[in-house]
């Protein structure tokens, strides 16, 4: 019976505490800057076999009030009320669009992210739906957008999908766009400066990005020790290391103190 029961093993990360939060205008192009990996080797287990990373992104201290955005230059009928989305805590206390990911990891038996198919970044009443996009360097976008008005997609890579166009009308979309490399990147829209959007372009596919739950989930990870990144476009970024053992969920607690 045991043995076909999921066993879980707890592990508290800590030191995830971040003093001070930048400003928007403080982010660059590729977002807040990762610290020096701490000085873990990543190691495979000699016993093989796969487990999985599962937790949640927890925000400690007063949330922050969400600030509404007037977004009536987007409709000029009834707009919907939307707001600023660059720190969100969920009800439950807990924080979204945070990427966690694992890097390291001996290369999987998935296809090449090159064969997927595109996923989509829309803008819709104004925003950036998702407002953070998770991909596997390799892996093409389709910008498109859902309002009757006009955007621009202007894409702020540095390494190599620079780019800025223009959308008019709900419906269209942009050609496929490819990002080869792990990257954080930034895009805007000129027209509504609010428009903020987040393509975190990542080296493998072990990786995910908090929502409304705050919870995330990394399967089928080779059983080893690895180096496990956190990152938000506010908060920054943090390094721990994990070992992810054969056969278990390893359960990970991770905290961003208020700033």
């Not at 660059?86 to 807990?94: D, E, K, P, Y």
């Not at 694992?102 to 996923?119: H, K, Q, Y």
């Not at 999908?161 to 766009?177: D, E, I, K, S």
Request: aromatic residues 6%; charged residues 20%; proline residues 9%.
């Amino acid at each position: 019976m045991a043995s076909h029961l999921t066993r879980f093993v707890t592990v508290l990360l800590i030191g995830l505490s971040i003093a001070s939060c930048k400003k928007e205008s403080d982010v660059g192009t590729g977002g807040p800057a990762a610290p020096p990996p701490p000085t873990v080797r990543p190691m495979l287990d000699p016993a093989g076999g796969h487990g999985s990373v599962r937790g949640k992104v927890r925000f400690a201290g007063p949330a922050p009030a969400p600030r509404p955005i007037d977004n009536r230059m987007c409709h000029e009928h009834r707009p919907k009320p939307i707001v600023d989305e660059s720190i969100v805590v969920n009800a439950n206390g807990t924080l979204r669009n945070a990427v966690v990911y694992l890097t390291d990891v001996p290369a999987s038996n998935e296809p090449a992210a090159a064969a997927a198919p595109p996923v989509v970044m829309d803008q819709v009443d104004c925003q950036y739906v998702p407002h953070v996009l998770a991909i596997r360097a390799g892996q093409a976008v389709t910008f498109r957008s859902s309002d009757a008005t006009l955007h621009n997609v202007h894409v702020l890579s540095d390494k190599g999908a620079a780019m800025n166009r223009a959308l008019t009308g709900a419906g269209q979309q942009l050609p496929p766009v490819k990002f080869g490399e792990a990257e954080f990147v930034k895009v805007k829209c000129d027209v509504h400066p609010w428009m903020i959007g987040w393509v975190a372009v990542m080296d493998g596919p072990f990786y995910a990005v908090t929502g409304e739950s705050g919870e995330f989930e990394i399967k089928g990870v080779p059983a080893g020790q690895y180096v496990m990144h956190v990152w938000h476009e506010r908060l920054g970024s943090k390094t721990e290391s994990v070992r992810v053992v054969a056969d278990l969920d390893v359960q990970v607690a991770l905290t961003y103190q208020a700033p």
